[in-house]
């Protein structure tokens, strides 16, 4: 079992920045894929980004492309998402989650409970 708690979010305005942050507890961190999620109201869960579990590879939507940088701290079992240029479409609940194998879109084992993202315009 992996355990992930989010932190880092909250209201910004368009064009600000916020730091994710996933820690993440249990079975060894290091050995698993980790990615960011995100849930505006009314919609889907889609895909944010991806990270191997060494940081060699990385993966993000096309709508984040270019503003967010995911990235990885295995000695503190902890990763982060960095979010520049906030858009108010941005605006949603942000998930973390963990896998094993290769930093997929989907097939997530484990998930934290969620941190609120509200960018205003």
């Known amino acids: 079992q992996v355990q992930l708690v989010e932190s880092g979010g909250g209201l910004v305005q368009a064009g600000g920045s916020l730091r994710l942050s996933c820690a993440a507890s249990?079975?060894?961190?290091?050995?698993?894929?980790m990615g960011w999620f995100r849930q505006a109201p009314g919609k889907q869960r889609e895909f944010v980004a991806a990270?191997?579990?060494?940081?060699?590879?990385?993966n993000y939507a096309d709508s984040v492309k270019g503003r967010f940088t995911i990235s990885r701290d295995n000695a503190k079992n902890t990763m982060y998402l960095q979010m520049n240029s906030l858009k108010p479409e941005d605006t949603a609940v942000y998930y973390c989650?963990?896998?094993?194998?290769?930093?997929?879109?989907?097939?997530?084992?484990?998930w934290g409970q969620g941190t609120q993202v509200t960018v205003s315009s």
């Open positions: 989650a963990a896998r094993l194998g290769p930093p997929r879109a989907n097939e997530y084992n484990y």
């Open positions: 249990g079975r060894t961190f290091s050995g698993y894929a």
């Open positions: 990270i191997s579990w060494n940081s060699y590879v990385t």
